[in-house]
């Protein structure tokens, strides 16, 4: 059984169709070789319609340009980032994300791409900083 992909990976066939076509394959054998329908395929290359690149699309591409970033500053951008993350785990796209204890409220989710591993730690470890600093400079203010 083949699992579907979602609409959003047209968008990245699309290219690959029109030129295709360029190079003088027919409408069956484009919609073979890149498993479109043959209907998908046909519209494309006569230029009656083009795929929009869909949310998922926009919000790894997003990801990719930022790098990893904390639910609270995803969700300015798309509202549905936990729809979006599931979405994409069951589509098999690089979209990541990592827990951490609820006690960090909208920044203990956080959301990257596979291989930004590195990135998404050093702005944890960023964050911890800046948290750590902010509790010294409450005790100080209290108590100094």
Known sequence: MVMRRGRQLYSKKYEEAVKLHGEGKS??????????SYSA???WVKGLRKPESGNLNEFESWLKQ??????????KKFQKHNELFLMSSRRGMNIKRKTLPRKYAKYSTW????????????RIEELFSKIKEAREKLRDSLFG
């Open 27 to 36: 409408v069956n054998e484009i919609a073979g070789q890149l498993g479109v």
């Open 41 to 43: 395929a046909y519209h």
């Open 111 to 122: 959301y990257y791409v596979e291989g930004q591993e590195k990135m998404l730690d050093s």
């Open 66 to 75: 930022k790098g990893p970033m904390p639910a609270v500053e995803i969700e």
